[in-house]
Each structure stands twice: as C-alpha cells, then as structure tokens.
Nanobody, 127 residues
Framework: QVRLVESGGGLVQAGDSLRLSCAGS????????MGWFRQAPGKEREFVAA????????YYADSVKGRFTISRDNSENTVYLQMNSLKYEDTAVYFC????????????????????WGQGTQVTVSS
C-alpha cells in the first residue's frame, strides 16, 4: 500500500519552531517533486512549499518565505518542513503530497498536480 505519513505537528506558542516529517512507504518518491499544503478551519487547502525530486529547486508561498524550509532525504524517502517563527495564522492541518510527474525540474503550487496525499498533521500556534 502506497502511503505518505506526516508527523511532527503539535501545539506551540507564537515564535516557536516545529519540524514536520513526511515519510513515504510502499514505493519510492525519490523521483517525484514533493509539496506541503495546509488547510485551516473553514478555508481552502493552500500551498505552502515544494521541492524538486533532486532537492535543487524549492518554491514557497509568500506567507512562509523566510520562515519555513522544505528539504528531503531520498535515502529515507522522507520530506521535511522546518517551520520557524511560527505565527497564529500558521495554525492548520498540514499535508504532504507527491507530484505525479517523474524527474521534473518544475515545482507547482497546484494541488491537482499531486497524486498522493498524506492524512495530515495538526499544527496549532497559540498567540
């Protein structure tokens, strides 16, 4: 069974840091770009960050640029999202996803381009 499993969420205070992990199983995702998305209550799912299959190109939403860092370890089939200087408005369920394209040097913020999705991990930032 192909799965993406997120972990690392929790309850933190504004200004704190968290590191989310997304572990793949059932197949390798080392040839796929990976993305992080988030969804707050009552809002649509929004793009957070993406990284190419080789890890050489990253792309961030303006709202997290300079605070969040996406990275990957293909030997571990895992993608990370380091979140620093967290704000109340970062509160959401965070999802990781795998782009359907193989070895593409393009990263996208479009959810429809992603085939596999995890179940999400809750991040709550208290003000």
């Amino acid at each position: 069974q192909v799965r993406l499993v997120e972990s690392g969420g929790g309850l933190v205070q504004a200004g704190d840091s968290l590191r989310l992990s997304c572990a793949g199983s059932g197949r390798t995702f080392s040839d796929n770009a990976m993305g992080w998305f988030r969804q707050a209550p009552g809002k649509e799912r929004e793009f957070v960050a993406a990284i190419t299959w080789g890890g050489t190109i990253t792309y961030y939403a303006d709202s997290v640029k300079g605070r969040f860092t996406i990275s990957r370890d293909n030997s571990e089939n895992t993608v990370y999202l380091q979140m620093n200087s967290l704000k109340y408005e970062d509160t959401a369920v965070y999802f990781c996803a795998a782009d359907r394209r193989v070895r593409s040097t393009i990263v996208t913020r479009t959810p429809a381009q992603y085939d596999y999705w995890g179940q999400g991990t809750q991040v709550t930032v208290s003000s």
